[in-house]
């Protein structure tokens, strides 16, 4: 009896890990998962992770690209959003970012069809929600990813290159003049109990008066 990958089963907030996958066999899941698919991929150096993750998660997800949406708009930066794109490198390291943003460098990706980091750079910030499980900082490294931020359900902890390592940062390097990690869980909160458009308007009261003061 052949196996094959659909027969498996993997439970919201659960992660499959699976060892001394090559590049052709990762390249070979993506194709048959496909692109409309809840879960998410990373692979490294031969280990691959299939994450199915849970609502939380998604609702962590989206409010947070909302808030960095307001930010940019009211700093008046274009930007270009790639949500879970899979992002590819050197036949080594792969990841589909929970979110992700082209800030800097969107010019250089404007109306591109498909994304080759061996030829485009990799997005300017990168966010991935750690409920399900812990993100592998290693992969965005490989893919020399700037700036990486990470969030638990109650912490933003803020990490930029340098060099080849991720150090934590208090601020981003992006945003300078906005105390994102005490401010982000706030909104993130708020948004259980205010519902999501009074929160997504208070935010960006809240980014008005930073940017008016700057």
Request: proline content about 6%; charged content about 25%.
């Given at each position: 009896m052949?196996?094959?990958?659909?027969?498996?089963?993997?439970?919201p907030?659960?992660?499959?890990?699976?060892k001394?996958?090559?590049?052709q066999?990762?390249?070979?899941?993506?194709e048959?998962?496909?692109?409309?698919?809840?879960?998410?991929?990373?692979?490294?150096?031969?280990?691959?992770?299939?994450?199915?993750p849970?609502?939380e998660?998604?609702?962590?997800?989206?409010?947070?690209?909302?808030l960095?949406?307001?930010?940019?708009?009211?700093?008046?930066?274009?930007?270009?959003?790639l949500?879970?794109?899979?992002?590819?490198?050197?036949?080594?390291?792969g990841?589909?970012?929970d979110?992700c943003?082209?800030i800097?460098?969107?010019a250089?990706?404007?109306?591109?069809?498909?994304?080759d980091?061996?030829?485009?750079?990799?997005p300017?910030?990168?966010?991935e929600?750690?409920?399900?499980?812990?993100?592998?900082l290693s992969t965005?490294?490989?893919?020399?990813?700037?700036?990486?931020w990470?969030?638990?359900?109650?912490?933003?902890?803020?990490?930029?290159?340098?060099?080849?390592k991720?150090v934590?940062?208090?601020?981003?390097l992006?945003?300078?003049?906005?105390?994102?990690?005490?401010?982000?869980?706030?909104?993130?909160?708020?948004?259980q109990?205010l519902?999501?458009?009074?929160?997504l308007?208070?935010?960006?009261r809240?980014v008005r008066?930073?940017?008016?003061?700057?």
């Open positions: 052949q196996f094959e990958l659909k027969q498996l089963i993997i439970p907030g659960n992660v499959l890990h699976l001394d996958v090559s590049w066999m990762f390249e070979t899941i993506l048959e998962l496909g692109e409309h698919r809840t879960t998410r991929l990373a692979y490294n150096q031969g280990l691959l992770e299939i994450m199915n849970l609502p998660h998604e609702d962590d997800k989206e409010i947070i690209g909302d960095v949406k307001i930010i940019l708009e009211e700093l008046n930066l274009e930007y270009r959003s949500g879970s794109t899979t992002f590819k490198k050197e036949q080594d390291s990841v589909e970012p979110q943003f082209y800097y460098n969107e250089k990706v404007r109306g591109k069809k498909r994304i980091l061996s030829v485009d750079p990799p300017d910030l990168a966010i929600i750690d409920i399900t499980s812990p993100t592998q965005y490294e490989a893919l020399k990813v700037p700036e990486m990470l969030y638990n359900g109650s912490r933003l902890q803020i990490n930029q290159l340098a060099g080849d991720y934590e940062s208090s601020q981003s992006i945003f300078p003049n906005f105390p994102l990690t005490a401010v982000v869980p706030q909104p993130v909160e708020q948004c109990t519902g999501r458009l009074a929160t308007r208070a935010f960006r809240w008066e930073q940017v008016s003061e700057q």
